[in-house]
C-alpha cells in the first residue's frame, strides 16, 4: 500500500526559501520512475492550485506564481520528489501537497496529506 508522505513546510519569513520533499512509501522505484507527479498547495478559502509538475522525462511545468522562483524535482533512485521555493511572501501560505499520477494499473492517483507552509513576519 502507497503512502505519500510530505515534509519540509514550516514558518518561514519573507523572503525566506523552502524546500518540501514527498516521499511514496510502499511504492516500488519501478513505480515511482513511469509517475508523473506534482505539488498542489492550497489556501484558507481557496480552491487547491497546481504548483508544479514533473514528468516521467524530467519535463517541468510551472504555475505563473513560481516561475523563476521555484525548482521541482525527482530522484528515481532515493524515490523522491523536492520543491525548492525562494524569495516567498506571504500569498505562498497555505497547505501543500504532493501528488503523484501513477498508472491507472497501479492505483493511479496518490495524495498526501499536506504540509502547512506559513509566511509570517
Known amino acids: 500500500q502507497v503512502h505519500v508522505v510530505e515534509s519540509g513546510g514550516g514558518l518561514v519569513q519573507p523572503g525566506g526559501s523552502l524546500r518540501l520533499s514527498c516521499i511514496p512509501s510502499g511504492m516500488t522505484r519501478r513505480l515511482f520512475g513511469i509517475s508523473n507527479m506534482g505539488w498542489y498547495r492550497q489556501a484558507p478559502g481557496k480552491q487547491r492550485e497546481l504548483v508544479a509538475l514533473i514528468d516521467t522525462e524530467g519535463g517541468t511545468t510551472y504555475a505563473d506564481f513560481v516561475k523563476g522562483r521555484g525548482t521541482i524535482s525527482r530522484d528515481n533512485v532515493k524515490n523522491t520528489m523536492i520543491l525548492q521555493m525562494n524569495n516567498l511572501d506571504f500569498e505562498d501560505t497555505a497547505v501543500y501537497y504532493c501528488?503523484?499520477?501513477?498508472?491507472?494499473?497501479?492505483?493511479?492517483?496518490?495524495w498526501g496529506q499536506g504540509t502547512q507552509v506559513t509566511v509570517w513576519s
Open positions: 501528488n503523484i499520477d501513477a498508472p491507472s494499473w497501479a492505483g493511479g492517483t496518490y
